[in-house]
């Protein structure tokens, strides 16, 4: 079901090369992946709601009962926090939303507004 | 006329009149012109193997950004090195379920397995997107007019008409959606 994107891992990167430096493993540890991100669904006049629902059952496997809380989130506040996890992870589950028409942005999870779907991705 | 998508023992079948999956051929059409990657003669033929796209920027026209949206909500920088790295793919994938939609309005029985009817979805989702940027849906009062538009002898002028596909392709895909549930009730 989901929509795999090998961002980085295909062009090659060396890794060697770039844990080389000391300026460089500093940086490394700031985008250290365990630092949780937010994907947000943002609300759109367009999607079906039965298809909201069905997306987030389908892809997450979220049961219909948490599926359609998230749906109804969406619908009423305008956006909804539907997974979070480390940057990679949730940047994947925006591809798939975008694969699937959904309107999805991730955001770093301490900057997380109003909306806080408290969703376990 | 076209009947709705419904659940049954042969699995989600449909039915469509030919002059409806004509239609549906040409939304198609529109939709996989859109989203067909331009190719640049001097493009690094590694890069696009890999599915980078390092000239990529994000769409101007609404109803492709909308299709393509932006992975960050502030920070453009951030969303274009991403658009570079999954654009192309995500493209791709598009096109791969409007093609597979197109493919089975080819076959005589409209019956759809769950993941046919998957990308059927899709399919009929980004054609609706597409379509209600042109029809110039922003919110649910603009929503609410363009469904009030249902009788076909309405049809006066493009918008009306493009407002009457708008309305067909939404009771399609939602039929599909209620099949789709029925049948993932059914085998969970």
Known sequence: ?121 | MAKAFKYGLKGITGYLEPAERELLRGLIDDVVSMLEPREAADQDPLAALVGLDLDVQAPTDRALLRLLPNVMKDDDAGSLEFRQLTERSLRESKIGALRAAAMGLDRKELTLTQDEARLWSMALNDIRLVLAERLDIRDEADADHVHAMQDWSQAEDVESYLALVYNFTTWLQESLVQSMVAAMDRRS
Not at chain 1, 2 to 9: L, R
Request: proline letters at 3%; zero cysteines; hydrophobic letters at 40%.
């Open chain 1, 1 to 121: 079901m989901t929509t795999t994107v090998a961002a980085g891992t295909a062009i090659g990167v060396d890794v060697e090369e770039r844990t080389e430096t000391a300026e460089q493993s500093s940086t490394a540890v700031l985008v250290a992946p365990d630092i949780p991100w937010n994907l947000v669904v943002w609300n759109d006049p367009v999607n079906l709601m039965s298809y909201v629902s069905f997306v987030f059952q389908s892809y997450f496997g979220y049961p219909e009962a948490k599926a359609n809380k998230l749906m109804l989130e969406v619908h009423r506040k305008g956006r909804s926090i539907v997974a979070h996890g480390a940057k990679e992870q949730v940047e994947q589950h925006a591809v798939a939303m975008h694969g699937y028409g959904l309107w999805a942005t991730v955001e770093k999870a301490s900057s997380a507004g109003t909306g806080k779907g408290g969703a376990r991705g």
